[in-house]
């Protein structure tokens, strides 16, 4: 038989001591654990926050490159706006040229004997005509005319007052009449209205 061996230690304190210090050490590990995640966490953070500083950067400067590139846009458009309205305005001064030559044509053609012009100004789709006539009917047959062409409607007298022109006695008169544009246009191309 094999002897009985009796432990007089205090095992329970024993094995209770032991419990401790492996609680400390998985509790020193675990809180090492913890610490290297919050560090690792942190790097991770810090590398992300820097990159999205990068990102951000990059970014603002790009944004920067495209702005002034949208302002060079912006200009370059009104340049050619400006050129646009420039070719606009040079083309209906080269459509206008034919225009006023056509005007004068027919105001000379239907201008009646003894009745002459001092002036002709135009403005816009209106001509006001002033000049000198022997008597007031032959400025009633030069606005029967006028009024007979495709080019002008609607003469309007405004006014026939006497007046001296050297040693004659004469009617100064003033006189309306609108352009019809369609005709010109066509007279200019080529047409007889």
Do not use: C, W
Not at 31 to 57: F, M, P, S, W
Not at 92 to 99: I, K, T, Y
Not at 136 to 164: C, G, I, N
Request: proline fraction near 3%.
């Amino acid at each position: 038989m094999t002897p009985i061996r009796i432990n007089l230690l205090p095992h329970r304190q024993l094995r209770r001591a032991q419990r401790q210090r492996l609680f400390v050490v998985l509790a020193v590990i675990v809180a090492g654990l913890g610490l290297a995640a919050i560090a690792v966490g942190q790097i991770q953070l810090i590398n992300a926050k820097n990159a999205q500083d990068r990102r951000n950067t990059f970014l603002r400067t790009e944004i920067t490159k495209l702005d002034k590139q949208i302002a060079e846009i912006k200009q370059l458009r009104d340049k050619t706006q400006d050129l646009l309205s420039r070719k606009n305005v040079v083309e209906a001064l080269q459509g206008n040229r034919a225009e006023a030559v056509r005007l004068f044509d027919e105001l000379a053609r239907r201008l009646p004997d003894g009745l002459y012009l001092k002036s002709i100004k135009q403005s816009g789709d209106s001509i006001a005509l002033s000049g000198y006539a022997q008597s007031s009917a032959r400025v009633s047959t030069y606005m029967r005319a006028l009024d007979e062409t495709p080019l002008f409607q609607d003469p309007v007298l405004v006014e026939v007052k006497a007046a001296q022109v050297g040693n004659l006695r004469v009617n100064e008169f003033s006189m309306n009449v609108k352009i019809t544009h369609l005709a010109l246009q066509a007279a200019t191309k080529g047409g007889k209205p």
